[in-house]
């Protein structure tokens, strides 16, 4: 009871840290907001697990130091701006961006989120990934563009630092916070040119990432063995997580693909031909790990509905052809 209470009481502080942070007028408004976030999130971190306080340890430094840096240049700003408020010259700007950057895990200053995930569970881990972003992209939404060479090269950066270190990660709970770097830099880049399919994208990345981690939690998952173990016995579920992992990695034309392809129409349009093909290339990395997978988890599948019996495999396939309009209609519809 006490445990719930406590986890009532810390998300409750989220949401209204996340609205202290969007409703801000000013630098220190935002960082307070920033603050409150972070004590809030504490508690959820420190469980039962035995890791769990070296993780809260790693997640409060992490935090502090981009909160550090934020406010000694918040401070700094005040003398290098007339008019005070989010105007500032280009070195305090990029240190900003730089702090804002550590705490949405982004590279080059991502190293810390792929050892904290390790003493999470499972509802923090969605937590940290996903509602934790809100507050530092709502500041970089507010900051001068002048910036975006810096946004753009971590947005490139993340994309293939994310996929590459996940492509061999057996570990669940590594593979999310890889995934969470590569699409870090998918954000980025939509933040850098157009604030509505940033919230679009960030929109479907939470909702397919909260799919895929209700399932982990649900199986007690925690390395890819044994996904092929558990998963295969419901085969309906199994087909669709493995369809939502597609999907995460941005395969077409299922859902996940959507945001990725008006991305990529938006950078054609401003001639950015260079950072499209290496989102483009890091997103094909990232979708053959998730296919090798499937590949596998599919032949079992079908091997075991062979044995079984011929009813259960034509199930599998009605099930099939049931399930697949439902998840590409909405991609198909908005390419058309």
């Known amino acids: 009871m006490c445990y719930f209470l406590n986890k009532v009481i810390s998300i409750g502080g989220l949401l209204s840290s996340i609205i202290i ?13 920033l603050e409150v976030n972070m004590m809030t999130f504490m508690p959820l971190i420190v469980t039962s697990n035995k890791l769990s306080g070296e993780a809260a340890m790693k997640y409060f430094f992490t935090q502090v ?9 918040i401070v700094l700003s005040i003398f290098y701006s007339a008019k005070g408020g989010f105007m500032m010259n280009s070195l305090l700007m990029s240190i900003i961006i730089l702090a804002l950057l550590l705490k949405l895990g982004a590279v080059p200053v991502h190293f810390w989120l792929p050892a904290l995930i390790e003493g999470l569970s499972w509802e923090t881990t969605l937590i940290l990934i996903t509602i934790q972003k809100i507050g530092p992209l709502s500041l970089l939404l507010m900051m001068n563009m002048s910036m975006k060479f810096m946004l753009v090269s971590s947005s490139l950066m993340s994309a293939v630092v994310g996929s590459i270190s996940g492509l061999n990660q057996l570990l669940c709970r590594k593979l999310m916070s890889y995934s969470s770097i590569a699409h870090m830099g998918w954000l980025l880049m939509a933040l850098s040119i157009n604030k509505m399919l940033l919230w679009v ?34 085969i309906i579920v199994s087909f669709t997580f493995y369809l939502t992992l597609l999907s995460l990695g941005g395969l077409p034309p299922l859902m996940g693909f959507l945001p990725k392809w008006l991305l ?24 053959y790990f998730y296919i090798r997978l499937t590949y ?14 011929k009813i259960n495999s034509m199930n599998f396939m009605m099930k099939y052809w049931i399930l697949m309009p439902t998840i590409m209609l909405p991609s198909l519809l908005m390419m058309l």
């Open 65 to 73: 130091t981009g909160s550090m840096f934020l406010l000694m240049f």
């Open 264 to 287: 990529l129409k938006f950078m054609m349009l401003s001639n950015m031909f260079l950072p499209a093909i290496i989102l483009v290339l890091s997103s094909v990395l990232t979708i």
């Open 201 to 234: 994208y960030f929109i479907l990345y939470c909702s397919l990432t909260m799919m895929v981690i209700s399932i982990f939690k649900f199986y007690q998952t925690f390395h890819m063995s044994q996904m092929l173990m558990s998963y295969n016995s419901i």
């Open 21 to 33: 942070i969007l409703s801000s007028s000013s630098w220190f408004t935002a960082w307070m907001g």
């Open 296 to 309: 596998t988890a599919f032949m079992l599948i079908l091997l075991k509905s062979t044995m079984n019996n």
